[in-house]
């Protein structure tokens, strides 16, 4: 690190990624480390966005005692989409919101909407 300098903010650990579409108990294209709570009984639990052969994602729950391993993975989508969304270009945010019953902050709709039209 250079003289003065801030130390990073996070670290990334060395085992990264942690879960991947490999350890998927079944068939999945990629993982995404969505979102990391500790529950009150200690277990981390972790939110994944997983996207299927065909390009679509739905939500799925991994929880862990330690949040490095021993995860044990929803056998199945814990929050799948409706089958019936139109995949159409940089429509993920109203995907996301009609399909699954969730708001996009608006911040992020707005930063989407100057960046992609």
């Not at 939110?47 to 862990?64: I, K, T, Y």
């Amino acid at each position: 690190m250079t003289p003065g300098a801030s130390p990073p903010l996070f670290v990334r650990h060395a085992g990264n990624p942690i879960l991947a579409a490999k350890d998927w108990p079944y068939p999945a294209n990629t993982v995404f480390n969505a979102g990391a709570v500790r529950l009150p009984d200690g277990t981390t639990l972790l939110l994944c966005r997983v996207e299927d052969f065909r390009g679509h994602s739905h939500l799925c729950a991994a929880r862990s005692k330690n949040g490095l391993d021993g995860w044990i993975i929803d056998p199945e989508p814990t929050l799948a989409a409706r089958s019936n969304m139109p995949v159409t270009p940089n429509c993920a945010a109203r995907r996301v919101s009609s399909a699954w019953g969730v708001q996009p902050h608006p911040l992020s709709t707005t930063v989407r909407r100057s960046r992609f039209g």
